[in-house]
């Protein structure tokens, strides 16, 4: 079956298979740290998002040609938000409470149900604690600003 037909809960089941390197997946999944302590964004992404958005989230990962949109550039989401980072709206896109296409509906699972429903069972807080990860690590992969032309 083309991953183009692959959705939602599949698609949650096949993307950790085609995308991140195995050692990724291990090292996200070496520790499970509880609510309070620290989530590695980086091994998080590489894990969940790497396989559509790409290795440094610039839109290019291996299943990217074949979903019916195209993952955007994470690494310019500042950009094309007047160079702002607003992370409570990237949090909510994440955990979909902010759907946007392609992302939270049929074409990627929503991440905070995801996490919830891992086999880890997690609590709200450690779900919390996984988005906020994700979120600090794109804020931290966003391109630097253009300097202003004279």
């Not at 896109?93 to 891992?118: L, Q, T, Y």
Request: net charge neutral; charged share 30%; hydrophobic share 35%.
């Amino acid at each position: 079956m083309p991953i183009s037909h692959v959705t939602g809960l599949g698609l949650l089941l096949v993307l950790p298979l085609l995308g991140p390197r195995a050692q990724d997946a291990q090292d996200a999944r070496a520790k499970k740290p509880t609510s309070q302590e620290e989530w590695s964004g980086t091994a998080l992404f590489r894990t969940y998002c790497s396989s559509c958005h790409g290795r440094e989230g610039k839109g290019d990962g291996p299943v990217a040609d074949r979903l019916r949109v195209a993952p955007p550039d994470l690494t310019q989401i500042a950009k094309r938000n007047h160079g702002r980072f607003e992370g409570d709206r990237v949090a909510r896109i994440i955990d979909g409470r902010d759907p946007v296409k392609g992302h939270g509906g049929a074409d990627m699972p929503v991440w905070g149900d995801a996490f919830k429903g891992s086999r880890e069972g997690y609590e709200e807080a450690s779900v919390k604690a996984r988005i906020r990860a994700l979120v600090d690590y794109l804020e931290e992969i966003q391109a630097p600003a253009e300097a202003p032309r004279n």
